[in-house]
């Protein structure tokens, strides 16, 4: 099992430029989310999906949108990227609310 | 909204010795929590589970105190692959969002 894989690894933009991370898990979890992780920060919800066809806000949700694609799949999108998204995004999934959350590699994010 | 404590550190400690964390919390009935061990510039991974009678496993043992609201952590015979980040995380039961602390941080010197 690949576990949560994340594309693209590595990403520079230009402010105002769109683009969308992809992320999926093979371990038929129900529950996906997205976290940013910035210095000094810690990690920050932006959205999640309690289950398939289900998607709500986390703490940080302003200038991003996703949509759980199916089961396995959970896709972030940057509408029009800021230089205040340069962060490190991670995607992850678990059974459930109370259940370990295993996290992807994280997609790096530098916007110009 | 719960709210997770962590003393950032760093912990600067030699091979061998015993090194502790804490964490506190506020607001959770959760009947589990979580350390997380993150590697620099790596994803966080599950380190332990922490239930009420506590948890060991090999060198690390993790206690919860649900009166004084903390959890802690314990490792003996500090390796210098103990190296990392450290967090502790409040799972989000019925709400699904778990709080993560902001991670203390261990750097174990030869």
Same mark, same amino acid.
């Given at each position: 099992?690949?576990?949560?894989?994340?594309?693209?690894?590595? @990403?520079?933009?230009?402010?105002? @430029?769109?683009?969308?991370?992809?992320?999926?898990?093979?371990?038929?979890?129900?529950?996906?989310?997205?976290?940013?992780?910035?210095?000094?920060?810690?990690?920050?919800?932006?959205?999640?999906?309690?289950?398939?066809?289900?998607?709500?806000?986390?703490?940080?949700?302003?200038?991003?949108?996703?949509?759980?694609?199916?089961?396995?799949?959970?896709?972030?999108?940057?509408?029009?990227?800021?230089?205040?998204?340069?962060?490190?995004?991670?995607?992850?999934?678990?059974?459930?609310?109370?259940?370990? @959350?295993?996290?992807?590699?994280?997609?790096?994010?530098?916007?110009? | 909204?719960?709210?997770?404590?962590?003393?950032?550190?760093?912990?600067?400690?030699?091979?061998?010795?015993?090194?502790?964390?804490?964490?506190?919390?506020?607001?959770?009935?959760?009947?589990?929590?979580?350390?997380?061990?993150?590697?620099?510039?790596?994803?966080?991974?599950?380190?332990?589970?922490?239930?009420?009678?506590?948890?060991?496993?090999?060198?690390?043992?993790?206690?919860?105190?649900?009166?004084?609201?903390?959890?802690?952590?314990?490792?003996?015979?500090?390796?210098?692959?103990?190296?990392?980040?450290?967090?502790?995380?409040?799972?989000?039961?019925?709400?699904?969002?778990?709080?993560?602390?902001?991670?203390?941080?261990?750097?174990?010197?030869?």
């Amino acid at each position: 099992n690949a576990g949560v894989t994340q594309t693209p690894k590595f @990403q520079v933009l230009k402010t105002g @430029q769109s683009m969308t991370l992809q992320c999926a898990q093979d371990m038929n979890h129900n529950s996906m989310y997205w976290y940013r992780q910035d210095p000094g920060m810690g990690l920050r919800l932006i959205y999640y999906s309690a289950s398939e066809g289900t998607t709500d806000k986390g703490e940080v949700p302003n200038g991003y949108n996703v949509s759980r694609l199916n089961k396995r799949e959970f896709s972030l999108r940057l509408e029009s990227a800021a230089p205040s998204q340069t962060s490190v995004y991670f995607c992850a999934s678990s059974g459930g609310s109370t259940e370990t @959350q295993y996290f992807g590699p994280g997609t790096r994010l530098l916007v110009l | 909204r719960k709210e997770v404590e962590q003393d950032p550190g760093p912990f600067n400690v030699p091979e061998g010795a015993t090194v502790a964390f804490n964490c506190t919390y506020s607001n959770s009935a959760s009947q589990s929590f979580f350390w997380y061990r993150q590697d620099c510039r790596k994803e966080p991974k599950l380190l332990m589970s922490v239930y009420s009678s506590g948890n060991e496993d090999g060198r690390f043992t993790a206690q919860l105190n649900r009166a004084s609201q903390y959890i802690s952590l314990l490792i003996r015979d500090s390796k210098l692959s103990d190296s990392a980040t450290y967090l502790c995380v409040v799972p989000g039961g019925g709400s699904y969002i778990p709080t993560f602390g902001r991670g203390t941080s261990l750097i174990v010197h030869p």
